[in-house]
């Protein structure tokens, strides 16, 4: 299985950060790749896809990238309701895996 | 709109078979595939497989031995089983429409 692996594993930023985390798959996977935020006590939500592809009713301030083997989330001035957990998930192969995620905690 | 709703049994004793349902409303029940996907308190998440609407399916090797999904496209319903449950099951689980919509989650614990 392909071995998706997340950093960090946690940061602490304000309102108004610029916030990027990668995510870093153990074999070239194209641009198959999702980002999720899940927030305590909710399902995942879907934020990107085909790497950089914005799901629909996200706020354009979340932008991904990359290609291959790694790739990035960007969240350009984070919003306080952006403090969450994101997780990455690969859909080049099966099975489909997910990163340890990123906790992005209030400084 | 895309909602899935779903249930079963939230507490299981050792070596039970966990079993959910998860109904599709509003939306096609054709031409996607649809998931399993389970996260252990306070853990992450862990993609247990998903079937279609013909019913064919693709699971995680990991627990391929003991898992069935099956679907009943009268009811736009899948389902989940999972036999020989331990400890190591309990988690949340979440059906979802390939990964785009999600249910709630229902909390499955096993223990004795």
């Known amino acids: 299985a392909i071995q998706m692996t997340q950093s960090p594993s946690s940061l602490s930023a304000s309102v108004g950060d610029r916030v990027t985390f990668t995510c870093r798959a153990s074999q070239g996977i194209g641009n198959d790749l999702a980002w999720f935020q899940q927030k305590p006590g909710k399902a995942p939500k879907l934020l990107i896809f085909s790497a950089s592809s914005l799901q629909s009713g996200v706020p354009s301030r979340f932008s991904g990238s990359g290609s291959g083997t790694d790739f990035t989330l960007t969240i350009s001035s984070l919003q306080p309701e952006d403090f969450a957990t994101y997780y990455c998930?690969?859909?080049?192969?099966?099975?489909?895996?997910f990163g340890q995620g990123t906790k992005v905690e209030n400084k | 709109q895309v909602q899935l709703q779903q249930w079963g049994a939230g507490l299981l004793k050792p070596s039970e078979t966990l079993s959910l349902t998860c109904a599709v409303y509003?939306?096609?029940?054709?031409?996607?595939?649809w998931s399993w996907i389970r996260q252990p308190p306070g853990k992450g998440l862990e993609w247990i497989g998903e079937?279609?609407?013909?019913?064919?399916?693709n699971y995680n090797p990991s627990l391929k031995s003991r898992v069935t999904m099956s679907v009943d496209t009268s009811k736009n319903q899948f389902s989940l089983k999972l036999t020989s449950a331990t400890a190591a099951d309990t988690a949340v689980y979440y059906c979802?429409?390939?990964?785009?919509?999600w249910g709630q989650g229902t909390l499955v614990t096993v223990s004795s």
């Open positions: 998930l690969q859909d080049y192969n099966y099975p489909r895996t």
């Open positions: 079937i279609n609407h013909s019913g064919n399916t």
């Open positions: 509003g939306g096609s029940f054709r031409g996607y595939y």
């Open positions: 979802a429409r390939e990964l785009s919509h």
